[in-house]
């Protein structure tokens, strides 16, 4: 006897990856046969894909580019999603968005916070625009080159595909 066209929902809190799908005929062994070993089949890989999104910053500037301490800068940028599902911002989330001077291209415990930005939903595929948000730059900052690095999701509130690419200078 063929059965088609059975439909089943995967539970929504299952994990992406791949599992099996597991055919299982006379589970309970009700019914008397030759041979008991040779009633599962199986279908692998069925992937569960469950959409996430992935928020990077690009576009970033800085005006003026060369300041003395104590002195203002003015910083834009865009906030992407690349992922496949809306990445959604806690309401009043007035730190979505992290701006801190540093030595270097990474971010560490060193660096000096800016000061921080609100970030709305944005949907997969589409971008903010973050722009004309002023800083002053620390006035005991010592002379010489500084990255200002762009840090989005930092307090991790949205949950992504990939947590490693949200800082950029």
């Known amino acids: 006897q063929q059965i088609s066209n059975k439909t089943f929902k995967i539970p929504s809190d299952t994990k992406s990856g791949n599992y099996y799908i597991l055919f299982y005929i006379d589970q309970d062994n009700k019914v008397p046969e030759s041979n008991e070993n040779n009633n599962v089949s199986y279908v692998y890989p069925f992937t569960v894909h469950k959409p996430v999104p992935d928020l990077i910053v690009t576009n ?3 005006s003026p580019t060369k300041v ?3 002195d203002k800068v ?3 940028c865009t ?3 690349q992922g496949d599902a809306k990445a959604n911002f806690p309401t009043l989330d007035v730190s979505g968005l ?8 990474k971010y560490d415990n060193s660096d000096v916070p800016l000061g921080s ?5 944005v949907d997969p595929g589409g971008t903010q625009q973050i722009s ?3 800083f002053k730059i620390p006035s005991d900052t010592k002379s010489g080159n500084y990255y200002i690095l762009f840090y989005i999701d930092q307090d991790n509130k949205v949950p992504e595909s990939n947590e490693n690419n949200n800082v950029s200078y």
């Open 79 to 81: 906030v992407k999603n």
């Open 68 to 70: 003395n301490s104590g």
């Open 60 to 62: 970033q500037s800085a």
């Open 98 to 105: 992290k701006y801190y001077l540093s030595k270097d291209s």
């Open 74 to 76: 003015t910083l834009n």
């Open 132 to 134: 004309n948000k002023t």
């Open 117 to 121: 930005s609100n970030v709305n939903d």
